[in-house]
């Protein structure tokens, strides 16, 4: 099980509070991970990823073990602690402004 801990915005919308946890069939990626969350949480499509291109949204960024994983490939495996479930992979809204 991986566990995913959700911006405050995209919990409400799931309506689940805290972190939640997700089975992942076959290799952990980014992209394994959020097609298992968006099918668990079908309300999630499309407030991550883009519904056409499936990149990442901006203003929203993905950390694994306290390092910014946004920039690297969807399929890359994700770190072990990740998918032991010792380390959550975090989905965290992005700051702006100046």
Known sequence: ???????????????????VTIEVHGPATQRSVLDALETSYPMLRGTIRDHVSRERRPF?????????????????????????GKEPFLIIGAIAGG
């Open 1 to 19: 099980m991986i566990r995913v801990l959700l911006p405050q915005h995209l919990r409400t919308l799931a309506r689940v509070s805290g972190e």
């Open 60 to 84: 929203l960024r993905f950390f694994a073990c306290a390092e910014d994983w946004s920039h690297e490939p969807p399929d890359a495996p994700l770190p072990t602690e990740v998918t032991s």
